[in-house]
């Protein structure tokens, strides 16, 4: 797991825009990763007056409760529809499944399933992701503050240098 209890004092600009686009598979344009690379970098300066200004007074106090998650916060609110969040495993499996059109994922085995453990369900995930979209898997990124899971769906062949951004920018990240 990368993490970090330290905010970053500076932001590598090149290595967040990276990071954006590799969060979202590359589906964003080069100004909406500017944007959020700004408001990321904003941040870095003035983390409780960048979050107030663009997410709204609640949001402000991720800066004062988990000043080090900021960064992760951000890229989280900005890219919240690349990431399924849930408090179950079930729910969180139906967003991934929504992910997809086609092929379509099995559903959750409710009644015939062996997950004894978190890591159980995922390495079943990861299965079934990799015979039905075997371009994608799940990482864990950030830090919820409203559910037990938060996920995002990404390039598989991408994983290793979107662990070492993260790492790099002191953003918390781990393979599901």
């Known amino acids: 797991m990368v993490s970090s209890s330290e905010p970053?004092?500076?932001v590598d600009a090149s290595k967040l825009t990276k990071l954006i686009s590799l969060l979202s598979c590359g589906d964003l344009d080069e100004h909406e990763i500017a944007r959020i690379a700004d408001v990321c970098r904003q941040a870095v300066a003035e983390p409780a007056k960048a979050l107030q200004t663009h997410y709204g007074a609640e949001a402000a106090r991720v800066a004062q409760y988990d000043p080090s998650g900021v960064l992760a916060f951000i890229v989280f609110i900005e890219l919240e529809?690349?990431?399924a969040v849930s408090d179950t495993v079930d729910e969180l499996y139906?967003?991934?499944i929504d992910a997809f059109e086609q092929p379509l994922l099995p559903d959750y085995p409710y009644d015939d399933n062996n997950f004894n453990t978190?890591?159980?369900f995922?390495?079943?995930v990861d299965q079934q992701l990799q015979?039905?979209?075997p371009k994608y898997c799940l990482i864990n990124f950030g830090e919820s503050y409203t559910h037990d899971f938060q996920v995002v769906l990404v390039h598989r062949s991408e994983v290793t240098e979107i662990l070492a951004?993260?790492?790099q920018?002191?953003?918390k990240a781990e393979p599901c």
């Open 94 to 96: 139906e967003q991934v």
């Open 169 to 171: 920018l002191q953003l």
């Open 81 to 83: 529809d690349y990431f």
């Open 122 to 124: 995922f390495k079943w």
């Open 118 to 120: 978190i890591n159980d």
């Open 165 to 167: 951004l993260c790492s």
């Open 131 to 133: 015979t039905h979209h």
């Open 8 to 10: 970053p004092s500076t």
